[in-house]
């Protein structure tokens, strides 16, 4: 029984991303989906499998899994962000969970500390604790909404009074399937409620990096959960109506965008995460 009920252990926490090359999950090569033997005439990956170096996912499992002594982990996440969008605030919740581990007794506080000192500037764990496996289904079952910052390219000389009609208001949007998704997703229209807070120019070498014939601004918006944030700003040729384009009457494309808060799916609270003491038996898995 002890070795049944020890099979897997859960341990969750919250993740910052803090760079715009990192993905949540690895990031298989879509032509050999890093399969060992095909992989190695893969001319798209050139051999690697995969088409970046980490990912978040990766880069906890690496440190976690030598310690449990296990190769085997599993990374559930609260929702994704694009790989090149920064996870900033408190962070998204995720749990990782490590099969058939041969070690259980670990320092999290310290492995916690050693995932963050390896990869200062592009990641930091917040939190690190023990859990249980419903965590997982609460986590990929919640609805969250979003807020972002988001760097907007205006094309034309536009001021801050240009967003006046575009702030302060919750708007139903109406949402094609964007056309980067729509290889893996089917074209579909769906709703969600898009909210614009504020607007600033930006400053410092953000300005300097202003496309020539454009005015840059700061945008803070909430989202509801699996609104596309990027076409929302940009309406993406009338794919999302109303747009931000459409609402200041000028072309907008989001140059980037990062991640302020997971909040509760009505959008007015930052989620919670419960902290839970190791539980009894320990690693209350299977
Ligand atoms: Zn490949």
Redesign the pocket.
């Known amino acids: 029984m002890e070795a049944q009920q020890n099979r897997k252990v859960f341990v969750e926490g919250r993740y910052r991303k803090l760079t715009r090359d990192l993905p949540q999950t690895v990031f298989f ?1 879509p ?4 399969h060992p033997r ?2 190695k005439k ?1 001319t ?2 050139e ?3 995969k088409l970046t170096r980490d990912s978040v996912q990766e880069l906890i499992g690496w440190v976690l899994g030598a310690e449990f002594k296990t190769r085997k982990s599993k990374f559930h996440g609260a929702g994704r962000e694009d790989v090149d969008v920064r996870m900033l605030g408190s962070g998204r919740p995720f749990v990782m969970e490590f099969i058939n581990p041969k070690v259980h007794s670990i320092d999290l506080a310290a492995m916690e500390a050693e995932i963050n000192r390896r990869n200062a500037g592009r990641l930091e764990l917040l939190g690190l604790h023990w859990t249980e496996k419903a965590r997982v289904r609460v986590l990929k079952e919640t609805h969250h909404a979003k807020e972002y910052e988001a760097v907007v390219d205006v094309e034309g000389e536009v001021t801050v009074a240009d967003f006046a009609k575009a702030l302060g208001e919750r708007r139903t949007v109406e949402q094609d399937t964007p056309e980067r998704v729509a290889y893996r997703r089917a074209a579909k229209t769906r709703e969600r409620w898009v909210e614009y807070l504020t607007a600033a120019p930006v400053e410092g070498t953000v300005a300097e990096e202003t496309p020539p014939g454009c005015s840059a601004f700061l945008v803070r918006v909430r989202c509801e959960h699996g609104t596309y944030v990027k076409e929302a700003i940009s309406g993406e040729g009338g794919a999302t109506r109303p747009s931000l384009a459409d609402l200041i009457g000028q072309p907008c494309k989001c140059r980037t965008l990062d991640v302020l808060a997971i909040l509760d799916d009505a959008g007015t609270e930052p989620v919670e995460v419960p902290t839970v003491e190791q539980p009894a038996g320990f690693g209350d898995g299977v």
């Not at 032509?31 to 890093?34: R, S, V």
Request: aromatic residues 8%; contains cysteine.
């Open positions: 090569c032509t050999c989906k890093g095909r992989r893969c798209k990956c051999g690697f499998g």
